[in-house]
């Protein structure tokens, strides 16, 4: 089958990282035993890592493997709560536990259960990813190194979403696996560091080729380019030239090429496209999860106003709605989107919605969004419950505007190489050309928006050009107001989870909070 998750063995199952970090998992064979008597095993195991930023729980949608609801848990809800829903494009009507404190950029505070998820679930991940290495370091097992850059690449990815949404935490790593005293805390610098050098040695280590879903020499050269690209909001010190190194191997080394046919990036039949260099992958039969494209596609449809079968979905959330500050970016009305020769246009739902969003609780105030469908790129499939497209956490469009970006901040590179990769951006979409005069940093971070908004990125790249705080940009609702207002400085990270403070005594609350 094409999926890797359908490989899915409930073989070991790690118990609660909430409470503490360091916590080996707890296991009916330990993995050395079980690795001596089946080695073929590892491919569950390795799956079994995959899933955890794709699944709840390998036991089902009702499961979670972190404390909490089991939807709500799961990395890629988190991931557009925490990037998408609090940033300008995307805002959520429910408003309930939490969700209002996103969507309005205001009172955010500790005990924010979508923090607490999202904290855990990256820890969770790591714990795994930890104990894998430490027993691949100690058994014979054929081709043990690429098999330990795989674990490295979850684990650094894991860091990734620390260091970029709360900005400090532990450093868990195989050597201190099962430490019963709490970890000191670990800088965000501590833990740049930590997953650059993890990334740089898996590198060397990983395939330009693997199955589908599994990582790659180009997925961890995706995951330094982002490393490198924010490092002067990480650590105070600019890297762009690595930046733009690491983008360029993706985009000439990778074997990758822009997809042809934009929507089929976000369609069921997304995992034969030449674009996706990493994707979570989804399978309505086999890994069903209340998170994943699920929380995408059913949360961005409504019986209130569409037709939601004809983009695969058999129930509509009625969650999930776009701003001006997106669609704006096509036209300044329903009908120059239509107008619109650019494929990106095309993907909101203007019936029966209005162009301003008056009031984020109402659906119908902001236009809808069907950029994710639960369909194949021709409009074929029968709709189900749950969803099958896979998410395209890294792809080639978002290497060519992140080295574009990085030869503006001076990385490398020319002017006319940075033109050329956004023009081809455009181009596949059917957008006009722009020329040089029209190419700065701001049209990068526009065209960004337009490219890649509800894929988990803005958030990090309004913080990056210094507009997410602030009243120098604002958006409908940023500081709970209908027009938007300032926010503070301190709002560019989060506040830690009480969970994982009063856990461990030796983290410290972020500054403002």
Known sequence: ????????????????????????????????????????????????????????????????????????????????????LSADGMKNRWGDDGLDQL???????????FFGYLFNRMYYSIAQANNLIGVLNSVSIENSNQLVAEAQFIRALSYYYLIDVFGKGVLATEDNLGESNP?????????????????????????????????????????????????DVYTGTAMYDQAFTFAEKVINDGGYTLETNFVKLFSKDNETSTEIIFPLIADADVSQAYGNTTYVVNGCLSTETMEISQFGAAEGW??????????????????????????????????GHSFEMDDYKQW?????????????????????????????????????LMSAEAMLRGG?????????????????????????????????LDERARELNLEGHRRSDLIRFGKFTGSGYVWPWKGNTAN????????????????????NPNLTQNQGF
Not at 18 to 38: H, I
Not at 103 to 113: C, H, I, L, Q, V
Not at 199 to 213: D, F, T, W
Not at 345 to 351: C, E, N, R, S, V
């Open 103 to 113: 969507t309005t950029t205001s009172d955010w505070d500790e005990n924010n259960k």
């Open 484 to 503: 938007g207002a300032s926010i503070p400085d301190h709002y560019n990270l989060y506040p830690l989870p009480l969970t994982a403070l009063s856990a």
């Open 412 to 444: 490398g590179g020319s002017n006319a190489d940075a033109l050329a990769y956004v023009n081809a951006v455009r181009a596949r979409s059917g957008a006009a050309a722009i020329t040089s005069s029209d190419l700065d940093l701001d049209f990068i």
């Open 318 to 351: 009625t969650g999930h709605s776009a701003t001006k500050a997106w669609y704006g970016l096509f036209g300044s009305s329903a009908q120059e989107l239509s107008d619109s020769d650019d494929a990106r246009a095309a993907l909101f739902w203007t019936q």
């Open 183 to 231: 970890l000191p805390e670990a800088s965000r610098s501590e833990l740049f560091n930590y997953a650059v050098s993890q990334m740089l040695e898996a590198e060397k280590n990983l395939p330009q080729i693997n199955s589908y879903g599994r990582a790659t020499k180009g997925a961890a050269q995706m995951l330094l380019t982002k490393l490198y690209l924010n490092a």
């Open 364 to 400: 119908g105030s902001g236009f809808g969004v069907t950029k994710f469908r639960n369909t194949d790129s021709n409009g074929g499939g029968t709709p189900t419950s749950f969803s099958s497209t896979d998410f395209p956490l890294f792809r080639l469009a978002d290497a060519h």
């Open 1 to 84: 089958m094409k999926k890797i998750l359908s490989l899915l063995l409930i073989i070991f199952t790690l118990q609660a990282c909430v409470d503490d970090l360091d916590t080996q998992p707890e296991l009916e064979l330990s993995l050395e035993q079980l690795l001596a008597e089946d080695p073929n095993a590892i491919n569950g195991i390795l799956s079994r890592l995959y899933a955890s930023f794709a699944l709840s729980s390998p036991s089902g949608p009702g499961s979670s493997d972190i404390d909490g609801d089991a939807g709500e848990g799961t990395f890629l809800r988190g991931i557009i709560n925490l990037q998408d």
